[in-house]
């Protein structure tokens, strides 16, 4: 600086900044089965503290940035992207019972997705992907991969035979006397049925 005069003077000015400020952001874990979630951990270095955006965060599959912002107002941003495994599913088919309450039938599941091997549980016991010895009608199954992750699935198992039909309602006298006859009883027409390996089914 100079005055009027010529006399002149310096000063010197030294100005500081705080280290930039990171945001960082990693996962604690991977995601074990489709749909589920892990944990994401958002810290920062640098900057001022406090910082406001940083802790702990629940994420599912899929890209999420985190913005963390200092006491200065400064901001800086970290993302994370998880992949999940495809769902656990199942296809089930089936072979008939050969006959009403024979059970010879089978009911199979083909699983895709998920982790590893299955392991499988019908709602009658077995547990393999395949039950067998079933007599006709519904089963469903529980299948789970290696990370616990599970589906269910159901199937039908037909029969070649329906079941035996409810015997017809009996009309007749309300009484009768010992000894007394012509005394007429009937009861009301069923489906005719015909007898296969011992059982009636219905025609």
């Known amino acids: 600086m100079t005055d009027a005069h010529g006399c ?119 547990t393999l992907s395949t039950a067998t010895a079933l007599v006709a009608g519904p089963y469903s199954v529980t299948f789970t991969d290696a990370n616990g992750c599970t589906g269910s699935a159901t199937v039908t198992v037909s029969g070649s035979g329906g079941s035996i039909g409810t015997p017809g309602a009996i009309s007749g006298a309300q009484g009768a006397c010992r000894n007394t006859s012509g005394i007429v009883y009937s009861v009301s027409a069923v489906p005719e049925r015909q007898v296969i390996h011992g059982l009636f089914l219905q025609r």
């Open 8 to 126: 002149s003077a310096s000063t010197t000015v030294t100005i500081t900044e705080p280290t930039a400020l990171n945001a960082s952001a990693v996962a604690s874990g991977t995601i074990l089965c489709f749909g589920a979630t892990t944990n994401v951990n958002v810290s920062a270095t640098g900057g001022t503290a406090p910082y406001s955006g940083t802790g702990t965060f629940n994420q599912g599959a899929g890209t999420i940035s985190y913005s963390v912002t200092d006491a200065n107002g400064c901001t800086s941003s970290s993302s994370v992207t998880l992949t999940q495994p495809a769902k656990v599913e199942g296809v089930t088919s089936s072979t008939a019972a050969s006959g009403c309450s024979i059970a010879d039938g089978t009911a199979s599941v083909v699983v895709s997705g998920g982790t590893g091997s299955y392991t499988y549980l019908w709602s009658n016991g077995q």
